[in-house]
């Protein structure tokens, strides 16, 4: 079974810090993506990495970061972190060229 | 741009079937998919059809896609309370993919 985990289901932080959510998955999929769900809207993509060291921008990339160092773990960085950042945060992971995305449980952010 | 809408609440009674209907402008998508995810839970794939087929079934799944008016939808027979979920439609563009805001659905006993 495919994988994919976050470092954190709830995390709480003030306005004004960095901000680190981790994502790992374990099967060896080239393309991983960050997404923000607010109800209402659905998923917004933030960035996507379709291999080691390779990153895009989404449709909502303002405020955020990314890192790939290692294939099975995706970082999203938020360098400043603000009240509208409050939201849930889903990490996904897919095989290069295939349908489904597999996602994690996701990270509940509210920023104070 | 792309954009793909949803009813963003169904409700119906336990055992009745229930029909979520999603519309998406790219014509040019080559999947569509059906994405479920359960309270406090990630987004598990439910089904996806292939842009040039009208029609998928999966036990109580059955998946239409009108190509022509860009209307894609699921219906779920014999609902139960374990269907209690949000529904995502979403279409492929190239290794994107574009998501509606999904559709809650609520079992009434």
């Known amino acids: 079974d495919v994988k994919v985990t976050q470092s954190s289901r709830y995390l709480v932080k003030r306005t004004g810090e960095k901000v680190f959510l981790e994502c790992v998955q374990d099967?060896?999929?080239?393309?991983m993506f960050w997404y923000r769900q607010d109800p209402g809207l659905g998923l917004r993509l933030i960035y996507f990495?379709?291999?080691?060291?390779?990153?895009e921008k989404g449709d909502i990339p303002e405020g955020y970061s990314v890192s790939r160092e290692k294939k099975e773990r995706f970082s999203l960085i938020l360098e400043s972190a603000s009240t509208n950042q409050t939201s849930m945060y889903l990490c996904?992971?897919?095989?290069?060229?295939?349908?489904?995305?597999?996602f994690g449980p996701g990270t509940r952010l509210t920023v104070l | 741009g792309e954009d793909v809408e949803q009813s963003l609440f169904l409700s119906v009674r336990e055992g009745d079937s229930s029909v979520i209907n999603c519309t998406y402008t790219?014509?040019?998508?080559?999947?569509l998919y059906w994405y479920k995810q359960e309270p406090g839970a990630g987004l598990q794939l439910l089904t996806y059809?292939?842009?040039n087929m009208d029609m998928k079934q999966d036990q109580r799944l059955t998946v239409l896609l009108n190509k022509k008016d860009k209307h894609l939808s699921l219906r779920i027979a014999d609902t139960q309370t374990g269907d209690s979920a949000i529904y995502f439609c979403?279409?492929?563009?190239?290794?994107?993919?574009?998501w509606g805001a999904g559709t809650k659905l609520i079992i009434k006993p």
């Open positions: 099967m060896d999929h080239e393309n």
């Open positions: 979403a279409e492929s563009i190239g290794y994107q993919l574009i």
């Open positions: 790219d014509s040019s998508s080559t999947y």
């Open positions: 990495s379709y291999d080691v060291k390779m990153k």
């Open positions: 996904a992971s897919r095989q290069s060229g295939a349908n489904e995305q597999f």
């Open positions: 059809i292939f842009s």
